[in-house]
């Protein structure tokens, strides 16, 4: 797998955010990070890990390199968003079941919502390209 191509491709890639420091070149797209620091290439999962974003996993890397930057990240993106739909649904099942705040309840359905409305806009992106 060839890391240095993918970070080409997120470099030259318009919508990545690009952060420079004196030991560091990092892009961000979609809750994906490109970092390369000091020569060493990461792609990390920003949606992942917390406090420290978690390094995406070999499936994910061969995904990368496979299909290039961009199916990259949509990929990284789809999982992030089901397995807060995953959550989401927990949630509102405990909701329903155990406390029943109404107010809480419809908040939860309405982050559902958003959720699967950027699921829809990352499978119109993903098939544009």
């Known amino acids: 797998m060839n890391k240095e191509k993918i970070f080409k491709e997120a470099y030259n890639d318009g919508l990545s955010v690009r952060i420079t420091t004196k030991d560091s070149v990092s892009l961000i797209f979609r809750g994906v990070k490109v970092e390369n620091k000091e020569g060493k290439i990461r792609i990390l999962n920003m949606g992942k890990g917390g406090d420290f974003y978690k390094e995406i996993t070999p499936e994910q890397y061969k995904v990368f390199a496979k299909n290039g930057f961009r199916q990259g990240v949509y990929d990284v993106c789809m999982e992030n968003y089901k397995d807060t739909l995953k959550m989401l649904s927990v949630k509102i099942r405990n909701e329903v079941s155990s406390r029943n705040n109404q107010k809480h309840y ?7 919502t958003t959720i699967m409305n950027k699921i829809t806009d990352v499978i119109k992106l993903k098939e544009v390209i």
């Open 106 to 112: 419809n908040l939860l359905k309405e982050y559902r």
